[in-house]
């Protein structure tokens, strides 16, 4: 009980404290005020007593009239300023609270990167056109694009580099809309947009023209220059969608084709698409199904030298046969696997089968595998290989990793970082597709390359004049640099004179894979 009255009268001061707070400056202005009522009657009272002392009685030691309306005046004057000053204050407290509302507004409506809206007011926008369908003829477009190759900048110079290429962005794409459209991002490197009352197709196709278009020129951002592409899906309202979330959704499938293409284009939304979206996420998840359950296996493609015949080498390729028992092929799900991260588990799985698999060969056989732009990334991949190596007892130098033309050209840096340990511990390095990547002199002599591998168009085109002279040139700049040279993609052809007057040392075969078992016949007398 008495526990109970100390709280109440804890609540009490409590509650009382807390109303002399909020009230404090209301308080303290009638303190003012009281304080000078008190002494201003004190000094008319004192006033009035010595001027009539003696000639009146006490009991009319009064305050008179002229006191009284004086006093009533100060009073009256106190209260008016007391007023005022409440006044302005809820004035100005209302004006605060008027700007505070404001920038929460901004804020929940506005990227705070690029100063763009953000999702919410997208979606705002979006609902409040669907209510307001265009007339007959025109549409609502919703534009949606995706930076092609940002990830690389994140993961090589840091994300305070990607949030100032970000910016740039914004305000490049900024000036492809027109007045009243509504330019979004929606996170990440991911823009929409919502052009409303366009005249059809053909002007959504302008927006997306000038934005490839405005993306073209390279950003610069201190020493670093990004090559902004972006991949662009379109879809129409009412003409493929009646909702905004279904609008967005088909826009969001017609950008992934788009970045299928690997370049700056864009696409609209066909029905068709839908097909192939469910088709290309039910791989994806018997693929992750695969992978965890160690579903891909490795099968290997023979390598032979052209003069002798003798096969002196084979490259591991990832095998997946799926539920259906159909083969599903690499070109297929390693682009899958590199989107959704699980190319790390499943490329580190391939190089462990591979490495127990091939260390059953001779001595000068050599294991050939190739690295894709996902494993690249992973700046712990060389120390991942090496601590493999270790494990399974596979020797270093019988080891040859592939790494493509092209990906050497687009991000050397992260190429020399990833293989640069490998090429220590005296791992091979071949440059694939030689031919096709734009490469020069400057790459071959940074990777400290053993073999280029001229690329198989040109090698099964060799019967035209001009394949050929290009082969003879490849050729003689791999031999001026004292590499070995390979031909990718013949069918069986051990001998073939023409490569070897063109310089060709070693060829690989475009035909069927074999199996771990299968490799033993090639090494029989």
Not at 49 to 54: K, L, M, Q, V
Not at 103 to 111: F, K, S, T, V
Not at 407 to 413: G, I, S, T
Not at 480 to 503: I, K, M, Q
């Amino acid at each position: 009980m008495q526990g109970k009255r100390e709280n109440e009268s804890v609540g009490f001061y409590a509650r009382f404290w807390s109303f002399v707070v909020r009230n404090r400056v209301s308080i303290q202005d009638l303190g003012i005020l009281l304080a000078i009522l008190l002494v201003l009657a004190y000094v008319a009272f004192q006033i009035d007593i010595f001027e009539t002392e003696g000639s009146v009685s006490s009991g009319e030691l009064l305050i008179e009239l002229d006191e009284t309306l004086l006093l009533g005046s100060v009073l009256a004057l106190g209260l008016l300023g007391f007023a005022i000053r409440r006044y302005l204050e809820q004035k100005r407290e209302i004006a605060r609270r008027i700007e505070a509302e404001k920038q929460a507004r901004i804020l929940a409506y506005q990227d705070p990167l690029t100063g763009l809206a953000n999702r919410r007011q997208f979606e705002e926008a979006l609902r409040m056109a669907v209510a307001s369908p265009p007339r007959t003829g025109a549409v609502h477009a919703v534009i949606i694009l995706d930076l092609n190759g940002f990830k690389q900048i994140n993961d090589a110079y840091g994300h305070g580099v990607g949030d100032d290429v970000l910016v740039v962005i914004g305000q490049r794409l900024q000036r492809t809309i027109r007045d009243g459209d509504l330019l979004a991002r929606l996170g990440g490197d991911e823009f929409i947009i919502l052009a409303q009352h366009l005249a059809g197709a053909e002007s959504a196709a302008n927006i997306a023209l000038r934005i490839v278009d405005e993306l073209r020129d390279p950003i610069i951002v201190g020493s670093i220059h990004y090559d902004a592409g972006a991949g662009i899906g379109i879809a129409l309202l009412p003409t493929d969608a009646h909702s905004g979330e279904d609008a967005v959704r088909k826009a969001d499938v017609a950008l992934y084709r788009a970045k299928a293409e690997r370049r700056s284009t864009f696409r609209f939304f066909e029905q068709d698409m839908d097909r192939l979206v469910q088709e290309r996420e039910q791989l994806e998840r018997d693929l992750r199904a695969a992978v965890a359950n160690d579903g891909i296996n490795v099968r290997f493609r023979p390598s032979f030298d052209l003069r002798s015949g003798k096969v002196i080498g084979f490259e591991a390729v990832p095998s997946w046969i799926a539920g259906d028992g159909k083969e599903v092929p690499p070109e297929r799900f390693l682009p899958i696997a590199e989107e959704t991260g699980l190319i790390y588990a499943l490329g580190q799985r391939i190089f462990e089968k591979a490495f127990m698999a091939a260390r059953q060969w001779p001595s000068n056989v050599t294991l050939s595998i190739d690295v894709l732009p996902g494993q690249l990334r992973d700046r712990e991949f060389g120390k991942t290989i090496l601590q493999l190596l270790q494990s399974t007892g596979f020797a270093a130098q019988q080891l040859d990793i592939e790494i493509t033309e092209s990906l050497v050209v687009h991000d050397l840096e992260a190429a020399k970082l990833a293989l640069g340990p490998l090429r220590a511990a005296g791992v091979r390095l071949t440059l694939d597709n030689f031919g096709t990547g734009y490469s020069n002199l400057y790459h071959i002599q940074e990777f400290k390359l053993d073999k280029i591998k001229i690329d198989r168009r040109f090698i099964e085109n060799m019967n035209e004049e001009e394949t050929a002279k290009m082969v003879r040139a490849l050729a003689g700049l791999g031999q001026g640099l004292g590499l070995v040279v390979s031909a990718d993609g013949l069918e069986g052809r051990a001998n073939n004179e023409t490569l070897l007057r063109s310089g060709v040392d070693q060829w690989q075969s475009s035909g069927d894979l074999v199996t771990i078992e299968e490799t033993e016949r090639f090494f029989k007398p």
